[in-house]
């Protein structure tokens, strides 16, 4: 997990294990950060560079 801390740190992620060996990854943006370059380019620009690594090796199950 990279938690938000305004302003300082505005992007955050948290990923989380589930059933059938598939992960819930969740990316968030405090005050006016989104994710306008995609889903796994912000992935990779978080600190942690865990949710990078877990977002490159999964597959979608559906779109965002």
């Known amino acids: 997990?990279?938690?938000?801390?305004?302003p300082t740190t505005p992007r955050g992620g948290l990923?989380?294990?589930i059933e059938d060996?598939?992960?819930?990854?969740?990316l968030f943006g405090?005050?006016?950060?989104s994710a306008p370059e995609g889903f796994?380019?912000?992935?990779a620009a978080l600190e942690n560079p865990h949710i990078k690594q877990i977002?490159?090796?999964c597959q979608p199950l559906s779109p965002l």
Do not use: K, S
Not at 1 to 6: C, E, K, L, R, W
Not at 30 to 33: C, F, N, S, T, W
């Open 30 to 33: 405090a005050g006016d950060v």
């Open 1 to 6: 997990m990279q938690a938000t801390i305004a």
């Open 55 to 57: 977002v490159e090796g």
């Open 40 to 43: 796994d380019a912000y992935a």
């Open 15 to 17: 990923v989380v294990a």
């Open 21 to 26: 060996d598939r992960w819930l990854v969740c």
